[in-house]
């Protein structure tokens, strides 16, 4: 059984920054792409914020493009989240996620089939 576990989340002050942890079992990452999303309160899950896929191409949204970045260690099947510079704004659940069989990408959550059970980000100004 696949299983994603985030890590890593808490509080920071605007500007500061944090690393967060994507450790996956009962799957490899050769065939697969790892995305992160966030759900601030009270709004929907937004589009992926990045993925890395099997091949070490990345994908970065506009929001956190040169702020986040993405990376992955394949020994160790985790895939990590540094964020850095960040804003209230950021405030949100973060989930990490694994790209449905024959999807080497995904920027809609619906190409993603398996979900960590998240960890909050806040933000404080």
């Known amino acids: 059984e696949v299983q994603l576990v985030e890590s890593g989340g808490g509080l920071v002050q605007a500007g500061g920054s944090l690393r967060l942890s994507c450790a996956a079992s009962?799957?490899?990452?050769?065939?697969?792409?790892i995305g992160w999303f966030r759900q601030a309160p009270g709004k929907e899950r937004e589009g992926v914020l990045c993925?890395?896929?099997?091949?070490?191409?990345?994908y970065y949204a506009d929001s956190v493009k040169g702020r986040f970045t993405i990376s992955s260690d394949n020994a160790k099947q985790t895939v990590y989240l540094q964020m850095d510079t960040l804003k209230p704004e950021d405030t949100a659940v973060y989930y990490c996620?694994?790209?449905?069989?024959?999807?080497?990408?995904?920027?809609?959550?619906?190409?993603?089939?398996?979900w960590g059970q998240g960890t909050q980000v806040t933000v404080s100004s």
């Open positions: 996620a694994r790209t449905r069989p024959g999807y080497s990408g995904g920027y809609y959550y619906q190409e993603y089939d398996y």
């Open positions: 993925f890395i896929s099997g091949d070490g191409s990345t």
């Open positions: 009962g799957s490899t990452f050769d065939d697969y792409a």
